[in-house]
């Protein structure tokens, strides 16, 4: 039920790129893109509402497939403060703010 | 958005005794609130629904008389960890948001019973 993500966990150097894949066997409502740093509560990212969808924020964006139940979150150019474990989030029942969050994927930017 | 406040950050408490969470929302009139629990290196489990003036609805699996949920009104929920033991050692965390929107979060609560 819960959403998985891939990769596990990635190292990237400053400036190369990343994706991060959220997959669910349920339909999805909505996709929700959350930021975590250890010990600190998640911050938003962006949130998809239809399928095809796609948003980007600067060097973030990201793009939702709802035949295929599945988003990707696309990072370009890193950067060190991009750190931090990703969860996607789907809305149970559909617009009701009640996250079921994915299993987090943990990315790590060295200089 | 919304603001939401949640107190303590921190709390060590001794194995047996209860320790309450208090979740604010400074600006925002919330009929609901959920809260989190996230054990390290494990991602945000949904523990229940904060409902004003009615009962908590909990997940599966979530002992509704060892969480203690009370949302008394428009702007505070509590959680109450009953005779708190080791295993419940965790980060809680309480949101808010309206349906297709950002969900805000409290800062977060570190638990540690010893």
């Known amino acids: 039920q819960q959403p998985v993500q891939s990769p596990q966990a990635v190292i990237l150097r400053e400036g190369e790129d990343a994706v991060i894949n959220c997959s669910s066997s349920?339909?999805?409502?909505?996709v929700h893109w959350y930021r975590q740093k250890h010990g600190e509560a998640p911050v938003f990212l962006m949130i998809?509402?239809?399928?095809?969808e796609q948003k980007g924020h600067e060097k973030i964006s990201a793009s939702f497939n709802e035949k295929k139940q599945q988003s990707s979150l696309y990072l370009t150019a890193s950067q060190l403060s991009y750190s931090g474990t990703y969860f996607c989030?789907?809305?149970?029942?559909?617009?009701?703010?009640?996250?079921?969050f994915g299993t987090g994927t943990l990315l790590a930017v060295q200089p | 958005g919304a603001v939401v406040s949640q107190h303590p950050s921190w709390v060590i408490c001794k194995s047996g005794t209860s320790v309450k969470i208090e979740c604010r929302s400074l600006?925002?009139?919330?009929?609901?609130m959920f809260w989190y629990r996230q054990f390290p290196k494990q991602s945000l489990m949904l523990m229940a629904t904060?409902?004003?003036?009615?009962?908590?609805?909990?997940e599966q699996g979530v002992e509704k008389d060892k969480f203690l949920i009370n949302h008394a009104s428009l702007t505070l929920s509590t959680l109450t960890v009953t005779s708190a033991h080791p295993e419940d050692s965790s980060f809680y965390i309480c949101?808010?948001?309206?349906?297709?929107?950002?969900?805000?979060f409290g800062q977060g609560t570190r638990l540690t019973v010893v």
């Open positions: 989030g789907t809305e149970r029942g559909g617009a009701t703010n009640k996250l079921i």
């Open positions: 349920k339909a999805l409502y909505s």
């Open positions: 998809l509402l239809k399928g095809g």
């Open positions: 600006d925002f009139q919330a009929t609901t």
């Open positions: 904060s409902n004003e003036g009615s009962k908590a609805t909990y």
């Open positions: 949101s808010l948001g309206q349906g297709g929107t950002e969900a805000f």
